[in-house]
């Protein structure tokens, strides 16, 4: 099953786990389409994670807001 729209979560901008060797938060993301699991990385700009199933390529993206879910690991369908 393939999904084409673009989810997006509130996520706070805090409290993420940041990777050493890019220094970059992430969140863990698995990817229901394939039963994958992908780190993504937080933009340059902070506002965002940007990433891509690593099997069908799939994009998700995720906004970085207050108020959000203090959650790191999340389920892409
Ligand atoms: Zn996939």
């Known amino acids: 099953m393939s999904d084409p729209r673009d989810y997006k979560h509130d996520l706070s901008s805090d ?6 060797s ?3 938060p ?14 993504i990385y937080r933009d340059r700009d902070g506002q965002s ?6 099997k069908c390529g799939k994009p998700v993206r ?3 807001g207050q108020g959000g ?3 790191r690991f999340f ?3």
Do not use: M
């Open 26 to 39: 992430y969140l863990s993301v698995q990817f229901a389409c394939c039963g994958v699991y992908q780190r």
């Open 69 to 71: 879910t203090d959650s």
């Open 15 to 20: 409290q993420k786990p940041v990777d050493e």
């Open 62 to 64: 995720f906004a970085v």
């Open 75 to 77: 389920i892409v369908r």
């Open 22 to 24: 890019t220094a970059r």
């Open 49 to 54: 994670y940007h990433g891509r199933c690593p």
